[in-house]
């Protein structure tokens, strides 16, 4: 670097206003000028069920901090703990930095939250103090974006520069919030940039909230209250393998428990277009229940079979989507703002016969390229943003 510009470098606290974060309804200033980047409000950590359940919510998939400079150089000091299940090594997580066409990389290997799925425990390593450094970035002013990894709990500490950072003046696209399961959280996708829903939200130009959830897409009523209170310009709900996986409800719970929640994002958003999506292609479970059962040794992922599940209230992907669909059309003489897509419409058996589905459950790099294209495609065919005003439907109340 040249040593001009070294001399004369520019320190910020995270806590900086010309600093934007994006992305991050649980966000937490701290008195010290760090920064915590979560997704759920400290409001309802009492009543997350489990420790998995707050690491997957602290996570930062599709947070972003915007501001512009002219820098060449760039340093973020940050502490980070990268999700793994017990055994299975050290994964490496990774920063984006977009300046125009320009993408700069930063991979590292944080302290890891290890997550033992048998006792739902976790144990987190040691912190410790990590600098990601994004350099030669051609000293012309423009608007940077910063996006966070997938897979990690991050806390942003400061900001180093060799020219001096500002505000953004750039308004955000209009509010894009998702909820889903790991499909949708991609916490094994070390680029943010490689995420399914981060491809869609930079093509379609909205802002994202990514709310999903590796394992606990359970229509948690704290999530819904979430979704009611943040800024939404449009909603997609992409409900139903984890309740499979976990074998967590029969067909009486689930339909009073999707009303239900459906019924606390539209006390806040009571025209917002809401989009119900059904799962993805998964034919492990496609005609058989849960609980799903992760092969160690493969990574793959199957069922206990059963010789036949009529007569029986257990949960499969086929009934869940029947059960989705009926529930769209019984709520759209009162909510015609609701509106239902299959889910193999973005993922489909061809998708998964090509082995785009390389654990037998999560698309893997390509597969979660084709899904961003394909829900691009969908959004823009249906016009979803058309059905209602955007200021029509922005919440007023504050958490809690």
């Not at 987190?124 to 002013?141: I, S």
Request: hydrophobic share 40%; with cysteine; charged share 20%.
């Amino acid at each position: 670097m040249d040593r001009r510009r070294e001399l004369r470098m520019f320190t910020y606290v995270a806590t900086d206003e010309r600093f934007r974060y994006e992305g991050a309804p649980g966000l937490r200033r701290r008195n010290d000028g760090t920064v915590e980047v979560r997704r759920i409000p400290e409001t309802y950590w009492h009543q997350f069920p489990s420790e998995v359940m707050k690491l997957v919510c602290d996570t930062s998939a599709g947070a972003r901090i915007r501001f512009r400079t002219s820098a060449t150089r760039i340093e973020v000091q940050f502490s980070a703990h990268q999700i793994a299940t017990v055994g299975s090594g050290f994964p490496h997580m990774g920063m984006q930095l977009i300046r125009g066409d320009r993408v700069s990389s930063y991979s590292g290997q944080p302290p890891l939250a290890s997550l033992d799925p048998g006792d739902r425990s976790v144990v987190y390593d040691p912190p410790r103090d990590e600098v990601a450094v994004f350099d030669n970035l051609g000293g012309v002013e423009d608007d940077v974006e910063l996006l966070l990894p997938n897979g990690a709990v991050v806390n942003i500490l400061g900001f180093r520069a060799d020219a001096e950072i500002v505000a953004s003046a750039t308004e955000p696209g209009p509010h894009w919030i998702h909820y889903g399961s790991s499909i949708s959280h991609c916490s094994s996708m070390l680029e943010p940039l490689s995420s399914w829903p981060v491809v869609a939200a930079r093509r379609l130009g909205l802002s994202l909230c990514n709310l999903g959830f590796a394992g606990n897409a359970m229509l948690d009523p704290f999530v819904a209250r979430t979704i009611r209170d943040a800024p939404a310009d449009v909603i997609t709900l992409k409900i139903g393998i984890n309740l499979i996986n976990s074998d967590a409800m029969t067909l009486r719970a689930f339909g009073p428990a999707l009303h239900g929640f459906l019924d606390t994002i539209r006390e806040g958003h009571p025209t917002t277009p809401v989009l119900l999506v059904s799962p993805i292609a998964c034919s492990a479970v496609e005609e058989l229940p849960g609980p799903t059962i992760v092969d160690a040794s493969t990574g793959t992922t199957s069922v206990v079979p059963i010789d036949d599940v009529r007569g029986t209230a257990a949960l499969t992907q086929s009934r869940i989507r029947t059960l989705m669909e009926q529930i769209v059309k019984s709520r759209n003489s009162i909510d015609a703002q609701l509106t239902y897509l299959d889910g193999r419409s973005l993922f489909s058996e061809a998708d998964e016969a090509s082995g785009h589905l390389s654990d037998g459950l999560h698309p893997d790099l390509v597969g979660n390229q084709i899904m961003g294209e394909r829900f691009v495609a969908m959004f823009r065919d249906r016009r979803v943003l058309k059905r209602t005003p955007a200021s029509q439907s922005r919440p007023s109340r504050s958490p809690g």
